[in-house]
């Protein structure tokens, strides 16, 4: 399920991978772990570390709006890093154990492919770490109306 | 603590994975085709070769072949000599990896003193016949009642592949009944269901010395080292008359053969890392018991056709067949997807093969298109017709009573392979060396 999740997801926006010889490796192993990666690694954690570990159980000051911009901001970066890193692991990975390699033709199209990908996976750290900051805002005593007093 | 996430990826697979397992890896089925070579391995050594007979003619005209060698002279043995002794030390080395030991036996034919047909004899019995001569030859030997015999033996061992080393001379009683050999042998054949056998014939020549004795019943006529043909026969279980082939009778590989219901399973895959892919698909590759799976992730059409390209690794098969691999004579069953072979090319040709040493263990290349998106996943077939060899009609003759002249020929060869062509005509698996499946399919 979160394989064709994150794969129609990442698709939508990216297109099939390039070149079509790594199609495999990345719907089946790149987008998913990559996907879960974000979603929860990222975005969950990272929500519940601004919120429950930064302004419940240690109380400081980093609770306006502007904190949680540059948590946004960090979390997009560390999310695009990773896409980028674990990408460029597993094709490398596929490629030798295969024992071949991206053919002359289309290493441009490989390396905009991943450029791309790393952009989309900061994209959706940030919306993941949004919609997760929604959900755990109520738990926080000091953050509970950042960034928005709504729906409280 | 994040960032340690990002920098060793690896980990964050590990961690959600575990929850998810939904980080394949790409050692998964995240991988892409290739390493194809375990496919057909696992194919084949699925069937066991649990025990081999060896049946070797003793009939007088053999005797030419079995000549006593003068080491002071600087004799080195006949090529049947030579070649006979390597494969009989073969297969006795093979002993200990059978269920049985190989059995030996000589042929000869029926007299009306002695009905005895198979004469048993040892691994010892047999290599000195060979090397040092037969000793009361027999007076002559009849094929069919030599290939019923092998087929009775090893049908009461199932795994039992029958080698039959004779000079395959099959002179009825009756001058007249030989445009009737074709059917003696099917006859003889009969005994067995098509699907169940397979039939491989290796011929080759050797220098002569002694009586030659015509098929055509005309007098026997001294030779001194002219070449004749003999043949090694090869009877059994489709799969495992393949594993001989490819393995104990490796020697033999360069010589004249034909092949009849073999199942051969060359290695194959459907590369994916070509430099300029038509269209777009991917494959997940073939296992012993699958086949690979193409993937058309964008529907071909008319006018954006995609093609595949299937790589053949034919080095295990016999070079007679290899050299007739060509976009004539291989043929796609495409299974209503439209699929047509366009090309088929050498591992010279495949330009790709510069830029991917994986390609290197390929020997020929064949060019699919699909110009419709498959309905289902049907699955097609690649498959090489078998045709009958040409040498088979070079070393036939009508007429042997003037061998000498003649030069190495054998009486009515061409109706005896006939005769075995007949028995698997009917039989759809032995009208191709090989049928490799793909399947193919299409994302909505």
């Known amino acids: 399920m979160f394989q064709q999740l994150f794969t129609s997801l990442y698709e939508a926006f990216l297109g099939l991978p390039e070149p079509a010889m790594l199609t495999n490796a990345f719907e089946n192993s790149i987008f998913p772990g990559v996907g879960l990666a974000t979603l929860f690694g990222i975005g969950l954690l990272g929500a519940l570390f601004f919120y429950l570990v930064l302004n419940r159980l240690m109380t400081t000051p980093l609770y306006q709006t502007k904190h949680w911009l540059l948590f946004l901001l960090l979390f997009a970066v560390v999310a695009g890093g990773l896409a980028w890193f674990q990408a460029r692991e597993v094709v490398y990975q596929v490629l030798s154990d295969k024992g071949v390699v991206i053919p002359a033709g289309s290493e441009s199209a490989y390396s905009r492919y991943v450029l791309g990908f790393a952009f989309v996976n900061a994209l959706f750290g940030a919306v993941f770490f949004v919609l997760w900051s929604f959900v755990v805002k109520g738990l926080s005593p000091n953050a509970k109306v950042t960034p928005v007093r709504w729906p409280n | 603590m994040l960032f340690t996430l990002a920098s060793r990826n690896t980990l964050s697979c590990l961690a959600i994975g575990a929850l998810f397992s939904a980080c394949s890896g790409p050692k998964g089925e995240g991988s892409v085709a290739g390493s194809p070579t375990k496919e057909s391995a696992a194919n084949v050594a699925a069937a066991k070769v649990s025990q081999i007979n060896v049946f070797v003619d003793m009939s007088g005209g053999m005797r030419g072949f079995m000549h006593a060698n003068d080491p002071g002279r600087n004799e080195t043995g006949s090529e049947f000599q030579r070649t006979v002794m390597d494969l009989l030390s073969d297969v006795n080395r093979l002993a200990p990896k059978l269920t049985a030991p190989p059995a030996y036996y000589f042929f000869k034919e029926k007299e009306p003193t002695n009905p005895q047909v198979l004469v048993p004899s040892t691994y010892a019995g047999m290599t000195g016949a060979v090397s040092g001569g037969l000793k009361n030859a027999a007076r002559g030997s009849e094929l ?6 092998a087929l009775t033996l090893q049908a009461k061992k199932p795994g039992t592949v029958s080698i039959l080393i004779s000079d395959f001379i099959f002179a009825p009683q009756n001058v007249k009944d ?63 008359v393949g594993q001989v082939d490819g393995g104990l009778l490796r020697r033999l590989a360069a010589q004249p053969q034909a092949h009849y219901n073999v199942a051969f399973a060359p290695p194959y895959a459907v590369p994916d890392f070509l430099t300029d892919p038509v269209g777009n698909w991917t494959v997940a590759e073939g296992t012993g018991a699958t086949a690979p799976v193409v993937t058309f992730t964008k529907k071909p059409t008319l006018g954006k056709p995609a093609e595949i390209v299937v790589a053949l690794d034919l080095n295990q098969l016999p070079a007679s067949i290899v050299g007739q691999v060509s976009a004539n004579t291989l043929r796609l069953a495409e299974a209503g997807t439209g699929a047509t072979l366009t090309q088929v090319f050498p591992l010279a040709q495949m330009p790709d093969a510069r830029q991917q040493p994986a390609l290197k263990k390929y020997t020929h290349f064949a060019r699919l298109r699909f110009v419709q998106a498959p309905a289902g996943a049907p699955t097609l077939h690649l498959e090489l017709a078998r045709t009958e060899p040409a040498w088979v009609a070079a070393y036939s003759t009508a007429s042997d009573s003037g061998i000498k002249k003649q030069g190495p020929k054998t009486y009515y060869l061409k109706e005896v392979m006939a005769g075995v062509a007949d028995y698997f005509a009917d039989e759809p698996s032995a009208q191709r060396v090989f049928s490799l499946p793909v399947r193919v399919t299409a994302r909505d």
């Open chain 2, 178 to 240: 030989t445009w009737r050999i074709k059917t003696f042998i099917k006859d003889a054949l009969n005994a067995v269901e098509p699907a169940k056998l397979a039939v491989s014939v290796f011929a080759n020549t050797s220098e002569f010395r002694g009586n030659f004795y015509p098929g055509n019943r005309t007098g026997k006529q001294p030779l001194n080292g002219e070449q004749l043909p003999y043949y090694i026969w090869v009877l059994g279980d489709p799969a495992l």
């Open chain 2, 144 to 149: 069919p009642q030599m290939l019923s015999e």
